[in-house]
């Protein structure tokens, strides 16, 4: 028998397309999925990292389990740097060139304010992992949804807390982004919804500054207000905090200091940054180890302590819910369809790190929010004070101490 002879350029020919062709196979042997965080400056990259880390944790856990529909899931991660236009970029190139079927994560309430209407516009879906700002769920986009804490959530606590203390002048320094002026908006409603009896005044700042005197000798020497609500994301809400200890405002006997980033419970950071200054800080926050959480979440708080040989902050535990939603939703779709995968994910009933996650379908900022997601008011009493052994203050159901307040 003859053997069939094939020209040398029509060999070549089949070698490379084989070889074009071999990353459709290798892509469609797993299912890709997408993380976007802050991960180098001027972005909050040490809270980044701790965010993508729950996000590649519940990655990891479904692998380890077999995967998703008999495949093993492919995580993709892009860096949004803070900055909303590179969020939006970094989301367009997760979704177009790297085909991810959905995406979760994210810090900033403002890039992730640029980042959803990528979303709307290729209709994919997306888990918010950290980003508080109401109007992001309030814009009602079917593709958006909410594990983390919200504003309004926190502003509830913050004006609960003045009210249950008596506290009669608050002033607040805010962030020039959606999250800082959004929280300061929420905290003067709500004061109005649970009619607490205090003034309250707040002030937009750069969150880039580096130096926060001027405006602090002000708010020190002519409002003197009992509270100081800090709502400016680290570094710049670090340095805010550290001058306001070093001109002796605050925290004293005549003004506390209320951070509501919950950056402070990032306790090696905080400690490292700010020292005694951080001593009597107050911190609204959706989660501390002083407080119990579900089976899965004291698996994650063990697997972090056991890695680092420290607490974890909330971000670990809010990364990892807003992963496993995505693909809880997957593995319940049994499809990488965008339309089924929201179709699940408006169907959400699951066990989390901190709770039973569901989706509220009220239209304004419940729209796709975990209505019910946990948030407390924390204290720290004593210098490098670990998170599990900060003071509860609020809500009341779970307070085991009152504010305490420097001597002198």
Not at 270 to 292: E, H, N, R, T
Request: some cysteine.
């Amino acid at each position: 028998m003859q053997r069939a002879f094939i020209p040398y350029r029509a060999l070549l020919l089949i070698i490379v397309l084989a070889l074009t062709l071999m990353p459709a196979y290798a892509q469609d042997d797993v299912i890709r999925v997408g993380a976007v965080a802050p991960l180098s400056s001027p972005g909050s990259y040490q809270q980044g990292k701790e965010l993508l880390l729950g996000l590649q944790w519940a990655v990891d856990d479904i692998n380890a389990k077999g995967g998703l529909m008999g495949k093993q899931v492919k995580l993709f991660v892009e860096d949004s740097q803070g900055k909303p236009p590179e969020g939006a970029k970094a989301v367009e190139k997760l979704i177009t060139k790297d085909k991810v079927v959905g995406i979760a994560g994210e810090y900033h309430s403002s890039v992730c304010n640029a980042e959803i209407e990528v979303f709307h516009r290729y209709g994919i879906p997306f888990v918010i992992g950290s980003c508080w700002y109401d109007g992001l769920t309030a814009k009602g986009y079917p593709e958006v949804y909410r594990t983390s804490v919200f504003n309004s959530k926190q502003a509830e606590n913050i004006a609960g807390l003045i009210k249950a203390n008596g506290i009669k002048k608050v002033a607040a320094l805010v962030e020039d982004t959606d999250y800082g002026i959004g929280i300061a908006e929420n905290i003067k409603t709500m004061m109005k919804v649970l009619e607490v009896d205090a003034e309250f005044d707040f002030e937009v700042v750069e969150k880039t500054s580096k130096d926060f005197v001027p405006i602090l000798l002000k708010y020190k020497t002519r409002v003197k207000p009992d509270l100081l609500v800090v709502a400016v994301t680290q570094p710049g809400g670090f340095l805010l905090l550290k001058q306001a200890h070093e001109i002796h405002f605050a925290p004293s006997p005549g003004t506390m200091v209320l951070d509501g980033t919950c950056t402070a419970q990032n306790a090696e950071v905080f400690w490292s940054a700010l020292k005694d200054a951080g001593q009597y800080i107050m911190m609204a926050c959706p989660y501390s180890s002083s407080v119990q959480v579900t089976e899965l979440g004291e698996a994650i708080k063990k697997r972090y302590i056991d890695q680092f040989k420290r607490e974890p902050n909330y971000l670990p535990l809010q990364g990892y819910d807003a992963m496993f939603t995505l693909l809880s939703a997957i593995e319940a779709a049994g499809s990488t369809d965008a339309k089924a995968m929201m179709a699940e994910l408006d169907k959400t009933k699951l066990t989390g790190t901190r709770g039973e996650i569901t989706f509220s379908k009220e239209k304004g900022v419940w729209h796709n929010q975990w209505k019910a997601v946990p948030a407390f008011i924390f204290q720290y009493t004593a210098v490098n004070q670990s998170p599990a052994d900060a003071a509860i203050l609020y809500p009341p159901k779970y307070a085991n101490a009152g504010i305490a307040k420097p001597e002198k």
